[in-house]
């Protein structure tokens, strides 16, 4: 179907049939619309264009061995587009609607996911902009909210094999009080200088450090950063990282296998002491790190030298893909198949 080689997808963009749009005019938000075009027309003194004003989410869809369609914590992503709103001063689009949204586009582009055992999954990407014209800088009185979807295969193509990261303190991706809890497109505009170095010396991502003092683990470019000490799972409190909601669902899953979870600042000479670093997002899903090379220091990190994941990044990718997909049962309510 399609004539598209599913197992062969990269992370990249890739036409499907419709997205649904919904705009915010005269302090309300309109019905949803439903469009097969890829172009938006917006004026030339919008507020995105200029002043940044764009957030947008990820999550992904995945087909079951039952044939049905599956989306991951939708709700959530709501939420911290609601957040990222608040941040940037912007409509705020509700919850509810948002999840409405979602399955519409889900629904409508269903030949588009990927079908089970592919390997692959259908990328959800919702946006929110500033559409209203403006000068000087203020926000916006009118935005526009939508959605597309797009089938896309790994996003590191290592897929769930060790992939290199490195650290290299010349580069934050957001400020110590800035915008690093929401997800706004100036953060991946200020990360893509660094990234581009890091992946032209053979890295995956660039590990940040924390923007203030540069002694604590902060957050990869696209993805949060966790590893396994012993029985522990130790992820980084930081006032400039995303939430993310694969690390909240992997918090979950490791305790529920008798992990003890940590959740505080990790200083970089930690690193030596762990047993597996990886790296986890919607994108990422689970990416275990084989080595973290301290650029500036001239030190490096080995979690992987026979080029295999650790035990406990294996076991944790398994269960949060078996839910995903609908192979286990869903005890904590996050999956929700659409309709
Ligand atoms: C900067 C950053 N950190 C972490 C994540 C992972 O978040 P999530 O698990 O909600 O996809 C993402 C991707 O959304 C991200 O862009």
Redesign the pocket.
């Known amino acids: 179907m399609n004539g598209i080689n599913w197992s062969e997808l990269t992370f990249g963009y890739m036409k499907t049939d419709y997205n649904v749009r919904c705009y915010y005019r005269d302090g309300k938000w309109g019905e949803l619309e439903v469009s097969s075009s890829e172009i938006i027309n917006i004026h030339m003194a919008a507020t995105c264009l200029h002043y940044g004003q764009e957030a947008f989410e990820?999550l992904k869809a995945f087909k079951g061995k039952d044939g049905k369609t599956r989306v991951f914590r939708m709700e959530e992503?709501g939420k911290?587009m609601i957040s990222s709103s608040q941040g940037i001063m912007m409509a705020e689009f509700p919850v509810e609607r948002f999840e409405e949204a979602v399955r519409k586009v889900v629904k409508l582009n269903e030949r588009f996911v990927p079908p089970y055992g592919s390997g692959a999954s259908l990328y959800i990407r919702p946006l929110l902009i500033g559409l209203g014209a403006q000068v000087g800088v203020k926000p916006a009185s009118e935005y526009l909210f939508m959605v597309f979807v797009t089938p896309v295969g790994p996003y590191f193509k290592s897929g769930f094999k060790p992939a290199p990261v490195c650290i290299m303190r010349g580069y934050d991706?957001a400020a110590p009080q800035g915008t690093g809890t929401i997800?706004v497109g100036g953060?991946?505009a200020a990360s893509l200088a660094a990234g581009t170095k890091a992946q032209s010396k053979g890295y995956a991502a660039v590990l940040y450090l924390d923007p203030k003092e540069k002694k604590y683990l902060d957050?990869?470019?696209?993805?949060?950063f966790f590893a396994i000490k012993g029985n522990n799972y130790i992820t980084p409190a930081s006032n400039s990282?995303?939430p993310?909601?694969?690390?909240k669902s992997l918090q979950q899953l490791a305790t529920d296998m008798g992990l003890t979870v940590e959740r505080r600042p990790i200083a970089v000479e930690e690193l030596s002491t762990f047993d597996e670093a990886a790296e986890?997002?919607?994108?990422?899903v689970i990416t275990p790190i084989s080595k973290i090379d301290d650029l500036d220091e001239n030190k490096s990190y080995i979690f992987s030298k026979d080029g295999e994941p650790g035990a406990t990044c294996e076991k944790l990718y398994k269960k949060l893909l078996a839910i995903q997909t609908g192979d286990e049962p869903d005890p904590y309510g996050w999956v929700k198949v659409i309709e």
């Open positions: 990820g992503n911290r991706r997800k953060n991946y957050e990869c470019g696209p993805a949060n990282i995303l993310s909601i694969t690390n986890c997002g919607t994108a990422a």
